[in-house]
């Protein structure tokens, strides 16, 4: 089973989960604070953290940058529609370094599935021919 996913498709894929996983929230709470933090909380975080593991797996070249692009779209969406300004910067800041933990370990098991996955197969052709 090959991947022929282009490294730059799979780059705008990440970018645009971070960026939908900030503005659906956004968008779906009224700009209502403790609705929002709702809706991210159980909804994009684990969409992101899946969707790292699921990029891993499509292009297991480079989980990390897919984690990271991810974090990179949520982030600059998140600074652009910061509301009261930008006083928890520094706190935000140490918050997604946790979730980059998560976001990178998500990816790199979707990019190990898949080496393990391709390894069954290059093994069964063999066996086949």
């Given at each position: 089973?090959?991947?022929?996913?282009?490294?730059?498709?799979?780059?705008?894929?990440?970018?645009?989960?971070?960026?939908?996983?900030?503005?659906?929230?956004?968008?779906?709470?009224?700009?209502?604070?403790?609705?929002?933090?709702m809706?991210?909380?159980?909804?994009?975080?684990?969409?992101?953290?899946?969707?790292?593991?699921?990029?891993?797996?499509?292009?297991?070249?480079?989980?990390?940058?897919?984690?990271?692009?991810?974090?990179?779209?949520?982030?600059?969406?998140?600074?652009?529609?910061?509301?009261?300004?930008?006083?928890?910067l520094?706190?935000?800041l140490l918050?997604?370094?946790?979730?980059?933990?998560?976001?990178?370990?998500?990816?790199h098991?979707?990019?190990?599935?898949?080496?393990?996955?391709?390894?069954?197969?290059?093994?069964?052709?063999?066996?086949?021919l």
């Amino acid at each position: 089973m090959r991947h022929m996913w282009s490294n730059k498709i799979v780059l705008a894929a990440a970018l645009l989960v971070g960026i939908s996983a900030q503005l659906i929230p956004h968008l779906i709470s009224g700009r209502e604070p403790d609705t929002e933090a709702m809706f991210w909380v159980f909804g994009s975080f684990p969409a992101m953290i899946i969707a790292s593991g699921i990029l891993g797996f499509i292009a297991p070249s480079h989980p990390t940058l897919w984690a990271i692009a991810i974090m990179l779209g949520d982030f600059v969406i998140g600074l652009l529609t910061a509301q009261g300004g930008l006083n928890l910067l520094p706190i935000g800041l140490l918050l997604y370094a946790v979730y980059a933990i998560l976001y990178i370990l998500a990816g790199h098991v979707g990019a190990f599935i898949c080496r393990r996955v391709n390894k069954a197969d290059n093994g069964s052709e063999k066996r086949n021919l």
